[in-house]
Nanobody
Framework: QVQLVESGGGSVQPGGSLRLSCEFS????????VGWFRQPPGKDREAISC????????YYTESVKGRFTISRDSVKDTVYLELNNLGLEDTAEYYC????????????????????????WGQGTQVTVSS
């Protein structure tokens, strides 16, 4: 079973930036669709961005478009999420999730379908934005 290890969270001031990483334990990134999700305090988990490890296609939710950038490095088997111009509303636990391209497309994972029992979650990394 592949494992996902997130890193890069931290505390920043409004307007600051962070880069989150999601590293695969095996060299199989090309076979997966990977999504970043977040759960703000007291709120439900929400999808924010997804990427296909196979072809690099991406999806962003409206709340992060223009501020966050998702990318992948197939050599390092890592997916990144660059967070820019962070606001207080971005404070959350951030999780990466991966599911086989056989079962999900980028639009299905970040849009209508969402995660399922077929995928894997990382352990999460905290992002705190405060002044």
């Amino acid at each position: 079973q592949v494992q996902l290890v997130e890193s890069g969270g931290g505390s920043v001031q409004p307007g600051g930036s962070l880069r989150l990483s999601c590293e695969f334990s095996k060299r199989i990134l090309d076979d997966y669709v990977v999504g970043w999700f977040r759960q703000p305090p007291g709120k439900d988990r929400e999808a924010i961005s997804c990427i296909s490890g196979k072809d690099g296609s991406t999806y962003y939710t409206e709340s992060v478009k223009g501020r966050f950038t998702i990318s992948r490095d197939s050599v390092k088997d890592t997916v990144y999420l660059e967070l820019n111009n962070l606001g207080l509303e971005d404070t959350a636990e951030y999780y990466c999730y991966a599911e086989s391209v056989i079962f999900k497309t980028v639009q299905e994972l970040c849009g209508t379908g969402g995660p399922s029992a077929m995928g894997r979650w990382g352990q999460g990394t905290q992002v705190t934005v405060s002044s």
